[in-house]
């Protein structure tokens, strides 16, 4: 379970507790994607998206970070009322010698990339996204961490089973 902000996520459906698999291929048929603004969002998409958006965020409160990690997978809603599912990652880091900085910085690019963001308590981020995304940032003596759920996209949880995309990162 993650721990800190993302107990106050709301949680809409059941969680996930299964062994993930870091490479593979999700297993969604062609066609299984979600629309949104013109753009289809499928496991691959919100993988991609996903990464970019961390590495947007470790680039914005600079510190010494580790490995992005995957957690689980989350059950989810599509925009369109269909099951689906989503990627969380969390990072831990150490070294940020100005948390009420770094926090401002995180805000911020949440922010510009389109996530309703707030600091709580001085130095915890928490930003909702489009498609329950969501991120979250906290500081506290130094040790620092970044947790993320990538867009929910639909995903057939009774013939399938999740995995994460292939990519450099994971």
């Known amino acids: 379970m993650l721990v800190g902000t993302t107990q106050r996520w709301p949680v809409a459906a059941t969680v996930l ?4 698999a870091l490479t ?17 969002m499928t496991a691959e998409s919100a993988n991609t998206e996903q990464l970019d958006l961390l590495d947007a965020l470790k680039a914005a409160a600079p ?9 689980r997978f989350r059950t989810c809603s599509t925009a369109s009322g269909e099951g689906g599912i989503q990627i969380t990652r969390e990072i831990r880091g150490s070294g940020i ?3 009420r900085a770094a926090a401002r910085a995180f805000r911020d690019e949440l922010t510009a990339n389109g996530f309703d963001a707030e600091i709580r ?5 928490v930003g ?4 329950n995304r969501f991120a979250a940032f906290n500081a506290d003596d130094g040790a620092s ?14 013939s399938s089973t ?8 994971d």
């Open 121 to 125: 308590r001085g130095t915890e981020v």
């Open 63 to 71: 510190a010494s970070w580790g490995q992005t990690m995957v957690n």
């Open 145 to 158: 961490i970044i947790q993320a759920y990538s867009a929910c996209y639909r995903f057939d949880l009774e």
């Open 24 to 40: 593979g291929c999700a297993s969604a048929a062609p066609g299984d994607a979600q629309r949104t603004q013109g753009r289809s």
């Open 128 to 131: 909702t996204g489009p498609l």
């Open 162 to 169: 999740p995995t994460v995309p292939a990519t450099a990162d």
């Open 17 to 20: 507790v299964a062994a993930v």
């Open 97 to 99: 010698s100005d948390a």
